[in-house]
Structure formats: structure tokens, C-alpha cells
């Protein structure tokens, strides 16, 4: 009889120990989704600046030399950020 009365509780906790796991899944999605775009928007900001600052210099080669860098970081950042979100979803 001590089995009957346990397995009951058992249930209870095995149900509880489930909703709380989908409960912490469910918020590691939502904060890895929102560290990833956090981290992209903060690796665009970073290289919109650099291309700024290098702009001031007017120094042609330089600037395109930062240009073609800046864009391969910007297909490079957005790749990796829409390849994780998809492995996240």
C-alpha cells in the first residue's frame, strides 16, 4: 500500500520536473534569440563606427580597404546570426 500512496506523488513531481524543464528551454530560446541579436546589431554598430572614423581620415585606400572588410563582416555576422537563430527555433 505505501507504493499506491507514493506513486501519486511521483506522478506529481515527474509532471512538475517536466513543466519546469520546458519552462527553462522555452527561456534559454528567448535569451540566446535575444543575445543573438544583441550581438548583431552590436558587431554592425562597431563596424558602421570604424568605417566613420576611418571616412575622417580621407585617406582613399584606407577607406577602401575598411570598406571591403566591413562588408565581408557584415555578410560574416548576419550568416552566423540567422545559421544559430535557425538551429535555436
Given at each position: 500500500?505505501?507504493?499506491?500512496?507514493?506513486?501519486?506523488?511521483?506522478?506529481?513531481?515527474?509532471?512538475?520536473?517536466?513543466?519546469?524543464s520546458e519552462k527553462a528551454a522555452a527561456n534559454a530560446k528567448e535569451f540566446t534569440l535575444e543575445y543573438l541579436d544583441s550581438y548583431e546589431k552590436g558587431v554592425l554598430e562597431i563596424v558602421k563606427s570604424v568605417e566613420q572614423a576611418v571616412a575622417e581620415t580621407k585617406v582613399e585606400w584606407l577607406e577602401q580597404l575598411v570598406a571591403t572588410q566591413a562588408k565581408v563582416t557584415r555578410e560574416l555576422t548576419k550568416a552566423y546570426t540567422a545559421a544559430a537563430r535557425e538551429l535555436v527555433s
Open positions: 500500500m505505501a507504493t499506491q500512496t507514493a506513486a501519486p506523488g511521483i506522478e506529481d513531481f515527474t509532471a512538475k520536473l517536466n513543466e519546469l
